[in-house]
Each structure stands twice: as structure tokens, then as C-alpha cells.
């Protein structure tokens, strides 16, 4: 009887259902999440552009930047393409293997993400409560192999999830009532015991980002009794301001995210559709808001925005 089941093994593929309830809005809801994808992808395009052609912008904090600016683009490039397939054309087929893959770009991008937010927390410690040593502290080279040890981490830490998940027998019910392979959306899916699986995902959840959100919290706390010690206004305020962008887009992204995570573990009171919309607005909200947080708030960034924008769209490429 249990034999019945399971996959047969010629079935190699899932169902992704797009928004449970709202499939007959699903044009309608396609607009702003379209919307907020273009501008993400114009937006971290023009910082890692910006970024490669100022040579005065070669520091590692304009490094960073296009760090995040990258693991912005794969986040909601991994979700999106699929996502305007199923709301535009009705695409919701996807194989095993593709939904296995899309879960594990997912996964790692979002723990890469949080390392290049605790790299720009320490530099921004740096900055503030040593500046004097900052530029032999924080060397580009430096930078870079930071960077290069969090995607190893976070290839490292998630390539379990869809190895696991790969040795599950999975039922006949194929459906996955979601728009992208989230990691307990496609364990659901198994007739067998997902327990390490579970078990698995949530201590990744905490004791990873846990772990680097405490970090980061670490060091605002001392960059804050670093500036409150500042006697100069104007020190003081330049001090402050250099921090604002990392501690909204550090809000932003951690609240969305242990949101999604904790709602599908222990969210059942919530509509699924509900879920859904804000699990996806952390691939796309996150992305489309960081290049302008910055973009405002790192004045020398956005005078070098402003001229390649001033080139592009008026003529004789002078701004007014």
C-alpha cells in the first residue's frame, strides 16, 4: 500500500503551483513583481558598472558593494525567470533536478548574502573605531579572500540540503503549493522521514545566520560607543551616516527572511498566500531597495551614478 505511494520512477518532475488561491490574479500580481525585478537588475547592474569603471571606487568598500550587488542579481535571478513562467505562460512544470538545483542557489546565495553583511559590518567597525589602520586592515586582497571563504561556506553548509533531499522517495502528489523550491516546501513532498531534513534546515537558519547576525550586532555595538564618544558634530554625524545604509538593508533582509523561515516551519495559522507573497518579497524586495540605500547614502557612489546617468540620458551627456 505505502509502495503506491510513491514516485514512479519514470516521474521526474514537480508542479509548482505559483500562489495558492490567487492563480486567476496571477497576471495582475506578475506587474510589481516584474517591475521590482527590472529595477533590481538595473540597479545592481549600474553599481558593479559604476564600480569597474571609477578607479577612485577600487576600495574595499565599493568591493563589497559589488559583492552584494552579485548576490543580489543570483537571488532574485534565481527565482524570478520561473516564477513570470508560471504567471505569464502557465509553465509549472519543473524536474527533480532543476527544483533540487534552484533550492540549493537559493539557499547558498541567501548564506553568501549574510557573510558579505558581516564582512561590511567589520569594515565598517574598522572605519569608525580604527581608521587609522583601516587601509592595512582591509585591503582589497583581503577583502576578496573573505568573500571567497563565505561562498565556500555557503556551498559547504547547503550542498547537504539537496543531497538529502535526492535520497527521498517522493509520493504521487507532486504539486508543490509554492512559486520556487523552498527547502521544507519540496521535503513536504516525501513519504519518507524528513526529520534530518527538518532538523537540518533549522539549525542552518540559526546557528548560521544566527551566528553572523550576532556578529553584526556585535560590532554595531561597538561602532555606537566608538560615535558616542565622538565630541566633533560633524565627525559624529559623518560617522553615523556611514552606518545608516548597512543597518537598514541588515533589518530588511534578516526580518523577511526569518520570517519565510519560521512561517513554513511553524506558520500554520497563516494563509498560504500570504506566506508565499513574503517569502518572495525577500528575493525581491531586499535586491531592488539595497542599490538605492546605498546609492543615497554613499555620496561618493552616487556622484559617480549621477554622471554615467547624466551620459546616458541627457544629451552631450551634461548634467543639468
Known amino acids: 500500500m505505502a509502495a503506491s505511494n510513491l514516485t514512479p520512477s519514470g516521474l521526474s518532475t514537480f508542479i509548482l503551483t505559483g500562489i495558492p488561491g490567487l492563480e486567476a490574479a496571477h497576471i495582475w500580481i506578475s506587474i510589481p513583481f516584474s517591475t521590482f525585478y527590472i529595477i533590481s537588475l538595473l540597479g545592481n547592474f549600474m553599481v558593479l558598472f559604476v564600480v ?47 527544483c533540487l538545483t534552484q533550492m540549493f542557489f537559493l539557499h547558498a546565495v541567501s548564506v553568501m548574502q549574510s557573510a558579505v553583511l558581516v564582512i561590511m559590518a567589520f569594515d565598517r567597525y574598522v572605519a569608525i573605531c580604527n581608521p587609522l589602520r583601516y587601509p592595512t586592515i582591509l585591503t582589497n586582497t583581503r577583502v576578496a579572500k573573505l568573500g ?56 542552518m537558519a540559526f546557528v548560521v545566520l544566527g551566528l553572523d547576525l550576532m556578529l553584526v550586532a ?68 531586499p535586491p531592488m531597495l539595497n542599490p538605492i540605500i546605498y546609492g543615497v547614502k554613499t555620496k561618493e557612489l552616487c556622484d559617480k551614478v549621477s554622471k554615467y546617468t547624466c551620459r546616458i540620458c541627457l544629451p552631450g551627456g551634461h548634467c543639468l
Open 52 to 98: 569597474s569603471r571609477e578607479q577612485t571606487l577600487h576600495k574595499p568598500m565599493y568591493l563589497l558593494l559589488c559583492m552584494l550587488a552579485l548576490t543580489d542579481i543570483s537571488m532574485s535571478t534565481s527565482v524570478m525567470p520561473k516564477a513570470l513562467c508560471i504567471f505569464w505562460f502557465n509553465l509549472k512544470d519543473i524536474t527533480v533536478g532543476g
Open 148 to 203: 571567497l571563504l563565505g561562498l565556500m561556506r555557503a556551498v559547504l553548509f547547503m550542498l547537504p540540503l539537496p543531497l538529502l533531499l535526492s535520497r527521498q522517495p517522493f509520493c504521487v502528489n507532486h504539486v508543490i503549493p509554492h512559486m520556487y523550491c523552498e527547502h521544507m516546501a519540496v521535503a513536504k513532498m516525501s513519504c519518507g522521514d524528513i526529520t534530518v531534513n527538518r532538523a537540518y534546515g533549522l539549525v
Open 218 to 285: 556585535l560590532s554595531y555595538s561597538l561602532i555606537i560607543g566608538a560615535v558616542l564618544r565622538i565630541s566633533s558634530k560633524t565627525a559624529y554625524q559623518k560617522a553615523l551616516n556611514t552606518c545608516t545604509a548597512h543597518i537598514c538593508v541588515m533589518l530588511m533582509s534578516c526580518t523577511l527572511f526569518f520570517f519565510s523561515t519560521l512561517t513554513h516551519r511553524f506558520g500554520q495559522g497563516i494563509a498560504p498566500h500570504i506566506h508565499i507573497i513574503l517569502a518572495n518579497l525577500y528575493f525581491l524586495v
